[in-house]
């Protein structure tokens, strides 16, 4: 059995990693056209084995996950900001706090909460108006924040704190994007971009030490964060962990699924027809009401328009994982300590699994063509018992967030010409998402 698949080649010393921060998202495509399931390729010091067929896929998150963890390569830069919170735990830290966290997001709990989803959404577009520019992922980033901190911290973040945490996203997000000079400067090396990474943590921890206090004395049952100060206070778990799980929320529990209403209303402006039955289906479902939670699950356009958004720009481009021991994948014998590179973005727009893989086209989720496709074709929310605990979270509110909105509104994008995206811990518009607001009864008139 060959030992190593081919792959690019690469320069001396960073390999292949000028090409992967040009462009990760071409990289990735043309490694995967060139090699098919399995490709090797240095990124930065590591050799790295790109995975692109998703009985692949499902074998390390799945069926041997036992065999893969969450790999180190980013523990100085991450670590420092998301420490020991669920996203970067391993063993039994993370499983220990997995179940503590698991009652925060119960079905039951999540259903609750849809009347507050709705509510804030229409809080946010009161002061829309008929030809109103916004910068929509600045919008929905605005929106889901908010709903994240009510729902999980138990409180109102505020105009104030929703302004200090934007601020500060976006330095957090430029030490992410993929750069050859950083994979060669040393991590204790005080360049201008880490002082003002960590400049940005202090700011968010600040704001999370000041929900913290004024939560401290008025603990409820079932919020995440008197969860967690519970068990602090019974010793279960310490300070400093409560702290990164809160910033893990704060930051993983919103940006996801704004980014995912952003694409989805980008895509909706860029196909009329699909944006017609996308109204229709909410005007004859809801009658002119608000959704609520329970309406979810008749949305079924809707929530195909969303899945279809996520195949295509998933906000979770690439996901990696470490071999703990030698492996067997792809008809290679991979050795321990092996780097492997999951991509939903070369996935979801494999011409293998999907016709026409570059069209917006939600009726390709209908049951019955779902089901042609294997299972791991499509995993914006990873798999496995490591997969996003927010998942159903997010659906919920993405599609009520896409009802109360889309009942009175539609979004049309300035500009024209394909979208430029930006890599970093998520896929970004490269220049946010500036569109102009269309009061239905007017424009459908």
Known sequence: MATHPPGPKGLPIVGSTHHYARDPFRFIEGVRDAYGDAARFTLGPRETYLLTNPRDVE???VREESSFRKPDFQTDALGELLGEGLLLS????WRRMRELSQPAFDMRRLAGMGSMMVERTQGAVADWEEGDRRNVELEMARLTVGIIVEAMFGTDLGEERTRRVQENLEPLGRRFEPDPLRFLTPEWLP?????????SIRELEAVIDEIVR?????LGEDDLLSILLQAERSGAITERQVRDELMTMLLAGHDTTALSLTYTWYLLSEHPEIERRFHEEIDE?????????????????????LTEAMRLYPPVYTMFRESTESVELAGYELPAGSLFMLPQWGVHRDPRWYDEPERFDPDRWLPERAAERPRFAYFPFGGG??????RQFSLLEATLILGTIGRNYRLERV???PIDLRASLTMHPANGMEMRVGERNDVEG
């Open 59 to 61: 074998r390390v998150l």
């Open 90 to 93: 391993e063993g039994s830290a």
């Open 191 to 199: 360049t201008r971009e880490r002082n003002s990474y960590r400049a």
């Open 214 to 218: 004024e939560r401290s004395g008025d």
């Open 285 to 305: 479902l809801l009658g002119g009401e608000p959704p609520t939670a329970a309406d979810t699950r008749r949305l079924e356009y809707v929530g195909r328009v």
């Open 385 to 390: 018992s490591r997969s996003c605990i927010g």
């Open 415 to 417: 500009g024209n010409g």
